[in-house]
């Protein structure tokens, strides 16, 4: 089913940026059922302030078919009066407006009727055949929204689940897209479809939902690939996918964010356990690693008996961390200045190894730096959790810490980087490199999360 929103105004604009918001969140009637636990599709009706009004016989109204979005399975709660709210997140635009009365004579008879009573009702749901048969007429009538569009469709309609190997590699394989995505301050939406083969890449998945290409994202897509890095991954594992995110938002100065993802699986591999994070962050060579293991009996966080055991490969490779931390230079500047040498973190990841796919949160966990860990071993632990560790860093804290420069490493080169990748998948493992060929370093990012803050003020430094 889809939800269907009308607005009284339009779809406001960001506070900060030449765009629309993000989310909206709506007041319905309570007599719309709940998401249930899960996303569905959101349609959102409003006045439009767009092209000349269109010629209709059907409906004399100036409402127009403005946005689509996601209604996250987390709202629904009642409102403080009467009725309940829906947060619709994810908010893309249909590029260029469409009439109600333009989409209501694009549908057959019965899916006109569902759809005109929803809309004079200002709100409510429609039937999965109906949801898909306008999602039909807007793409034969805004075929410059395909994408747009393409992405609602699938919001939905997956298995509620998806499990198995297949299952635990794509949302391990997310996570790590979703922390490389905010480390590197792009939107932690991943629209995502589910691959052809269950051995193919969580990366070979993912899709953009730009309403046209932008000669940036051409420009850049062709130019930033790091020369020989995909070449050289690829080569050594035989299997690679190559992914370029491209920000929706321009900085100040009238640049794009750019990151180039290679997500190398090792496929086949019945004892795969996790795989690795590598975020490198070019304009400043600060580098980071993060090593997954699955925690057992990991159906609650936190709970009692939660652990990795540690095996000889486990000590290897917590040792090859440390190597990669010792090629970190002294800092020459304060911005180069961390918290300490360490580059590598462990993510016990505390989950049941079954993917959402519509789920676009972080998989919950610990994070242990690797010479934390190596002196638990040193001291005699044979297993790490949440009854060994006496202190660990959150998902919240870890991306802060780092996105302010407070963790990872300083003068890192791309062949050390490289270098690394190799005796990861050498060693037969896997690992999803994000290089990230963005301008600017902790200061700027600093600055665009206070722009971001509904606190903010515009002027202040």
Partial sequence: MAYVVVRRDRVPDHAYFPTHVDTITEHVSDQIPLPGGRSWPGLVFAPSAGPAFEQFSLLDTGDYLTHVGKVGGRTGHK?????????IEDLRAINEPLSVGRLLEALETDRRAELQAV????????????TMAVIDAVRRLRPDSADVLAW???IGAADRFIE????????????????????????????????ASDDDPYTSGLFEMRNSPTEVSIMEHDSRIVPGFHEALGSAAGRADVHVFVSDRPDRFGQHRVMQVLNVNATGDETWSGGDLVYYHVSTGSCLVVQYKVLTESKRLGREGEHVSVDD?????IAKLHNLSSASLAPGHPHEWRLGPDCGFLKLAAFDGRMDPDDAGMVRGMYLPASYAQLMLDKGHKTLGYDTAGRYFDNTRFIDLVKEGWLGTSGVTINELKDYCKYVLSSGGSLLAAVDHSAGGERQRLKQSRDRSPNHKPGRK
Avoid: C, E, N
């Fill in 79 to 87: 409102s403080a009066t009467s009725g309940r709210t829906l947060r």
């Fill in 119 to 130: 809309y004079s009702a200002r709100g409510g749901f429609l039937s999965r055949q109906t």
């Fill in 152 to 154: 609602l469709s699938q």
């Fill in 164 to 195: 198995g190997q297949a299952g635990t590699r794509w949302a391990l394989d997310r996570d790590k897209v979703g922390i490389a995505k905010r480390l590197g301050g792009f939107s932690p939406s991943q629209p995502w479809r589910r691959p």
């Fill in 313 to 317: 490969p486990m000590r290897i490779q």
